[in-house]
């Protein structure tokens, strides 16, 4: 059964840091990973998507790395700022049947 | 584009009423996903349609929840009886036809309270 972690549950930051989101999964039989975020009593929001073929994708101050052989990926946010603060969850897809997997998420929060 | 639909935003009940949650899927997608979200187990995948025709329940916790899609752009949660243990965030999410190689879009989710 997939599994998937993320360290660290929770993180605050000041402002205009640069800060590294980590996400593991046991499978590596992955199709795709996605990270989302989800602002307080509000859906998830998709970020980035990326490919098992892929090895990162960029969407502007964020960044997103996946390692499938080692199964890990990691979510790179540039200077960050006071809006960025939200949960951040990753969340893997299995080459078998279109069921996501989810990680328990990184609640960030960025002071100004 | 509204984005996914879901109605009602909060709901209140007595244990042992019937609760019916209903989403709206952004037009044109094939696949229809409803997930349940507590601090304790996060986010977990109940059940998904592809095409209004139901391909994986195996998350549903048991009998007491039904799931339907009757048409492309509706679709219901339906709880009988509920029991304070359902209390959680339903989200509806869905994704086009190229499914697992599309982002899903959320819905706001349904807070469910039930006492």
């Known amino acids: 059964k997939q599994e998937v972690t993320q360290i660290p549950a929770a993180l605050s930051v000041p402002e205009g840091e640069n800060l590294v989101l980590n996400c593991s999964f046991t499978d590596s039989a992955i199709y795709n990973l996605q990270w989302f975020r989800q602002d307080p009593g509000k859906g998830l929001t998709s970020l980035l998507l990326i490919q098992s073929s892929q090895r990162e994708q960029t969407s502007g101050r964020l960044n997103a790395s996946l390692d499938k052989s080692s199964g890990r990926s990691t979510l790179y946010i540039a200077a960050s700022q006071p809006g960025d603060s939200a949960t951040y969850l990753c969340?893997?897809?299995?080459?078998?049947?279109?069921?996501?997997?989810f990680g328990g998420g990184t609640r960030l929060m960025v002071k100004p | 584009d509204a984005g996914v639909i879901q109605s009602p935003r909060h709901e209140v009940t007595e244990m042992g009423q019937e609760v019916t949650l209903r989403c709206k899927p952004i037009s044109g997608h094939d696949y229809l996903f409803w997930y349940r979200q507590t601090m304790m187990r996060g986010l977990e995948l109940l059940i998904y349609f592809n095409n209004n025709v139901p391909i994986d329940d195996s998350g549903m916790p048991e009998d007491r929840f039904s799931a339907k899609m009757p048409n492309a752009s509706f679709s219901t949660l339906k709880i009988q009886p509920s029991e304070p243990r359902d209390s959680a965030v339903y989200f509806c999410?869905?994704?086009?036809?190229?499914?697992?190689?599309?982002?899903?879009?959320f819905g706001n989710g349904t807070r469910l309270t039930v006492t």
């Open positions: 969340a893997v897809r299995l080459n078998a049947g279109n069921m996501l997997t």
């Open positions: 999410a869905s994704s086009p036809a190229q499914g697992r190689g599309s982002p899903l879009h």
